[in-house]
């Protein structure tokens, strides 16, 4: 199972950035391999539809959960419509969100926030 | 001859300067700042035409998409997505750019219009009113603005631009022969007026500065114009009275202690941008 962080930095220690659209990386956490790899966020530098973008990036990367702060209106849409599921966090440290998973701490996010939050 | 009036900082005076002008040169007044055109608020014109804006915007016939997500991949304004085996438009942030058409292999793409916003047209005083209106939730101006502006009157068009420096004031420069831009002395007057007038420098146009609720005192503006060598066509003061007559939303020209420094900007404008 893979879960999709929203993150400032490449790695576990980095901060989970509340923004969805406009982070700078994704942290993708496969759990049963306790493995991670990072992507560059392509919403960061797209002119407009970040939260679109994002989202297109971690539905081809097979994500079954994302963990964020917020997500706007079109980028709740398309998850929703790919039946994955979102976390709301705090922003600590992507070691300690995905902990906070697996613990079932996390609440889930049922709708989204306003548009263009992250801008 | 198409005059643009700019400002980079919003609410410097490009509608008082753009509605009063157009009165002194009768010339035709023509609001491009279409997210809040407010001109009309001012100049009242009786409206005789309206025309509505249509943008072209993809629509997938379901019975032929195969959903391949060439289309998706193809869009550069993130306006496709593909999920499920879906593909999912989002059509406000289409640009109508055609790529998702030609790059489906299927002929399952095909483009229908919808509209954004409306042109209005109308006379006040004897001078030609337009005005581009995009629609509430629209995110695009540029196609209201371009709809606006190809379609200008022969003679003097003064063309009331949108604030900011951004693709709208760019895209209403373009069809400008010369540029006015309205600043006033304060901090973040400058520093959008510096960011308006490397816009406008880009179009080779000749350009000048009326500085609005101007203290008449060598104040920052005028040691900026002096630094950088641009002409000022000249000044409005700051007055309580013109304060008053705005918040009215009445025309400081039809106003006898007022209408003199228009007349005044008139004629020096005509000295500072070649006239045609």
Request: with cysteine; net charge negative.
């Amino acid at each position: 199972m893979k879960i999709g962080l929203s993150s400032n930095g490449k790695d576990l220690d980095s901060t989970l950035d509340l923004r969805f659209g406009r982070c700078s990386y994704f942290i993708i956490y496969d759990i049963e391999k306790s493995d991670f790899e990072s992507i560059e966020n392509k919403g960061l530098t797209s002119e407009g539809g970040a939260g679109i973008a994002a989202s297109q990036q971690l539905i081809d990367e097979n994500v079954d959960v994302i963990i964020t702060g917020k997500l706007g209106p079109n980028a709740f849409n398309i998850i929703n419509k790919a039946d994955i599921k979102v976390f709301k966090s705090e922003a600590i440290s992507i070691k300690d969100a995905i902990e906070k998973y697996k613990k079932g701490e996390l609440l889930e996010l049922k709708e989204s926030g306003p548009a263009h939050h992250g801008m | 001859m198409n005059i643009a009036v700019l400002s980079g900082k919003g609410g410097t005076g490009k509608t008082t300067v753009s509605t009063n002008l157009a009165l002194a040169l009768k010339s035709n007044y023509v609001d491009c700042d279409v997210e809040e055109p407010n001109g009309f608020l001012f100049l009242k014109p009786k409206i005789d035409e309206v025309e509505k804006v249509l943008v072209d915007y993809p629509y997938i016939d379901s019975n032929k998409c195969i959903s391949c997500g060439s289309c998706v991949n193809a869009c550069q304004f993130n306006a496709l997505a593909k999920v499920n085996n879906d593909i999912m438009l989002f059509e406000k942030l289409c640009h109508s750019c055609g790529a998702c058409e030609i790059a489906c292999n299927h002929g399952a793409l095909k483009y229908k219009k919808r509209k954004t916003g409306t042109i209005e047209k109308g006379k006040s005083k004897d001078i030609n009113c337009a005005r581009g209106v995009l629609d509430i939730g629209e995110p695009m101006a540029v196609p209201i603005i371009n709809k606006l502006l190809d379609n200008l009157l022969e003679g003097l068009n003064i063309i009331d631009c949108p604030p900011g420096t951004s693709c709208n004031v760019v895209n209403a420069l373009k069809y400008a022969n010369g540029a006015i831009l309205v600043t006033e002395p304060t901090k973040f007057g400058l520093h959008d007026l510096d960011m308006a007038v490397e816009v406008v420098k880009m179009f080779n146009i000749d350009y000048g500065i009326i500085i609005n609720k101007d203290d008449g005192k060598e104040n920052i503006i005028r040691k900026y114009c002096k630094e950088n060598n641009i002409k000022i066509i000249g000044a409005i003061p700051y007055s309580k009275d013109i304060a008053e007559i705005y918040s009215k939303g009445e025309i400081l020209y039809d106003d006898l202690n007022q209408k003199y420094i228009f007349d005044e900007l008139a004629e020096r404008i005509k000295k500072v941008i070649a006239w045609s």
